[in-house]
């Protein structure tokens, strides 16, 4: 029963609607409209959770105690945090573009909204099924970039001006080794549906036999999320807070929570790529495949958590650096051996 339960769901609304004599492509609008709102709800929760989540790992790390008065155990410390950014006032410049400034803070969940769209969160549970998923999802992600492009400009300040140029810069840079991480995996299972790739992982997961994928992957995911050791974006010390400069209020809200929604998406595609999706293992099928998918997700976002109360920031230099000199280079060693060891793998007809 809950291996099925959103499956059913949305059976028992299509025989809801299916019920009032309308077309069943009226039908299925509504239906894709519901799922996109369930999306969007879920990315939303989720990045509230993350935030006190956040606050308890670095204070366990820490040995402090973290939010421990607002609500049991500090649980509303972040509702209480979003009522006080509400009541506080939006102050745009006096030479800014209003439109855009306002814009980009609302835009900024669209990409994360539409990427989880395609991801299957369990079995026969991705809300739309593309055959090129995997393509559709790199194309949107990576839209991010100009949203972060836009507040920054749309600012009219320089500080704000050059953290976007870092937002630009940083998240093209790790882009490349992102998608060449994964590159390897698509040869491997020859499709770029998300099913497929799943599927392939059903007795092995991609994280051992595709190991070094994985590390770059997973080096330059956190890297596109802006996430320390990578966060040079928000340098306080000396851009002051990046392309977010001049947005208070419920505008930085958005921004500060789709950093939390961004690493939703990346965990959630390593958990796709490389961790077998909601494939259960040790055989343990008798927890349902949506379960498997969100502890997965849940293991790698505490790991994001761990490296950002580990190690310091490097410098932008290293952080560039890294990207080209180092990671490019492994990537494409890695697609170079995938591509012998197939040929191997063929040529002894296993």
């Not at 989720?46 to 155990?73: D, T």
């Not at 996430?227 to 974006?233: G, T």
């Amino acid at each position: 029963m809950l291996e099925n339960l959103f499956v059913g769901v949305a059976q028992w609304l299509r025989a809801l609607l299916g019920g009032f004599g309308a077309p069943v492509e009226i039908n299925e609008a509504i239906v894709m409209l519901v799922k996109l709102v369930a999306i969007l709800v879920f990315i939303l929760v989720n990045a509230l959770w993350l935030v006190y989540m956040e606050r308890k790992v670095a204070a366990y790390m820490q040995a402090r105690i973290g939010p421990n008065r607002v609500g049991p155990k500090g649980l509303l410390q972040t509702t209480a945090d979003i009522g006080k950014l509400i009541s506080k006032e939006i102050i745009i410049p006096k030479k800014a573009d209003l439109a855009l400034f306002l814009l980009s803070p609302v835009l900024i969940f669209v990409p994360t909204l539409m990427v989880f769209a395609v991801i299957p969160l369990g079995k026969n549970m991705a809300a739309i099924d593309m055959n090129i998923g995997v393509f559709y999802l790199l194309a949107i992600a990576s839209l991010s970039t100009l949203i972060f492009w836009i507040g920054g400009w749309a600012s009219n300040s320089k500080y704000s001006l050059i953290g976007a140029m870092r937002v630009v810069a940083q998240m093209v840079s790790y882009e490349l080794p992102l998608v060449l991480g994964i590159l390897g995996v698509i040869m491997i299972v020859g499709s770029l549906n998300m099913n497929d790739i799943i599927a392939a992982q059903e007795h092995t997961w991609f994280i051992f036999t595709q190991p070094i994928a994985f590390l770059i992957y997973f080096i330059a995911a956190v890297a596109e999320t802006n996430r320390c050791p990578f966060d040079l974006v928000e340098g306080e010390s000396e851009i002051i807070n990046g392309p977010y400069t001049e947005y208070g209020g419920m505008a930085f809200a958005m921004f500060f929570l789709a950093e939390y929604a961004n690493m939703l998406v990346i965990c959630a595609m390593a958990t796709v790529f490389f961790f077998g999706g909601w494939h259960a293992p040790f055989g343990l099928i008798f927890i349902p495949s949506w379960v498997w998918f969100f502890l997965k997700m849940y293991v790698l976002m505490f790991l994001v958590m761990q490296l950002r109360w580990t190690y310091p920031r490097i410098r932008v230099d290293q952080l560039m650096g890294f990207s080209w000199k180092i990671l490019v280079p492994l990537a494409l060693a890695n697609i170079f051996i995938t591509g012998i060891g197939m040929k191997i793998y063929q040529a002894m007809g296993w």
